[in-house]
């Protein structure tokens, strides 16, 4: 779910970062995992970008995806 909402930023979908924020919440409220909101909520963009690529990470996608990730502006 996370991951498909930054590979449509990616691939060129528009990008609204509260639309982006209130998918993020959801996806916390249902699996308890609230890192990536936090950050977004009240955090810096650097905590944005730390919170998405340990996501990346933890979930072992092709880590290549933190370079986009790194280069844009989430919040």
Known sequence: MIIDK???RKDGI???ANSF???MSKYAHDN???LIPNAM???T???VKNALCDYIIENDYNVDICK???GQDWI
Do not use: R, S
């Open 14 to 16: 528009p990008y609204n």
């Open 32 to 34: 308890g995992n609230y």
């Open 6 to 8: 930054i590979l449509d």
């Open 68 to 70: 986009y990730i790194n």
């Open 21 to 23: 924020y209130n998918e």
């Open 45 to 47: 963009e650097i905590d």
């Open 41 to 43: 909520g009240m955090g």
